[in-house]
């Protein structure tokens, strides 16, 4: 137990390193950025873009932690999204309004769920652990689709902003950014420790060997999931964030490419950084915001209708550019920074 402490297999998160300065402007830019949207002119626009940003943030960090420091591919990673925001919607239709009773409903919900489907998918693996997540997650999905008094397909739009101890402070926008601003600075320090401590090293060390891990007297499946549960009850907590930030909640919270959208933030911001996963969501939303404008400007050299059209259909280039990131920038976007560190 003494010899796995002192076992540096994998990077640990130290004051002392370079690469700690990337959290810190990370979260200075975000605590900053309120003030720059006052002076962009489209104030409501910067914001209601940033804090989409920080909620992806979370549930992407959320993923981060078991499949960057667990290796658990979970492909149905976005049902715990969905069951957040249905928390906040089904109790606001209800009567019950207020965030505090949503969001200990919500983590609940969505430890109940993880507890189950862990316990069940995490027998398996590889291949066979993506399926079965999958599985689940659409399963969830079209259970909410099934939610006629619900809206069903169509999803339900809330009346208004969820409650904070009676007050509908969350009805200004700024309010709402940095609540989700400590919620994302929160579940930051939170995974850190997590990764940092005992419970870390070992979910670590199960990653690299399981069989050793249990002949060294360790239970894997206990560790796995202690964190797919703790993982789920972040993305949950994202989904309240977003069923509040949008103000509406549908079952496209939770479909299949949802999942898949936040592995693709989580490697191409790095696999296993936690602060990575929170700038790969932020490249993911931010490139598929502004690439059609993006595209317009650097084909100037062609026809206005040609121009056009690559603008209106950027996902054909949004996917294969994003591929090409993760197949040639290895250690996605955390990898380019470090580069310099190691030659």
Partial sequence: MTELAETPSAPMPSLTTRLEIVPIVLFAAFAAAPLLAVFSGAEGYVLSLLTRVMIFGIAAMALDLILGYGALVSF??????GIGGYAVGILASHGSE??????????????????????????TKGVYFIMITLAFGQMLYFLATSLATYGGDD?????????????????????????????????????RSIVASRFGRVLRGTRENAIR?????YQPLRFQLAAYVLSGMMAGLAGCLLANQAEFVSPSFMTWQRSGELIFMVVLGGLGSLHGAIIGAAAFLLLEEFLPEILHGLSFFLAEGTRAHLAENWKMVFGPLLILIVLFVRGGIMGLLRRPHHG
């Avoid at 207020?98 to 316990?119: C, E």
Wanted: overall charge negative; charged content about 10%.
């Fill in 76 to 81: 149905g990673h976005a049902a715990f999204l």
């Fill in 98 to 123: 207020d965030l505090l009773v949503q969001i200990p409903v919500a983590l609940a919900a969505s430890a109940a769920f993880a507890l189950v489907t862990g316990a069940i998918s995490l027998r």
């Fill in 155 to 191: 999803g339900m739009t809330l009346s208004s902003r969820s409650l904070v101890a009676g007050t509908d402070i969350l009805k200004n926008d700024f309010a709402l950014y940095w609540a989700c601003l400590l919620c994302l600075f929160g579940a930051y320090v939170f995974s």
């Fill in 213 to 217: 891990m249990e002949a060294i007297g």
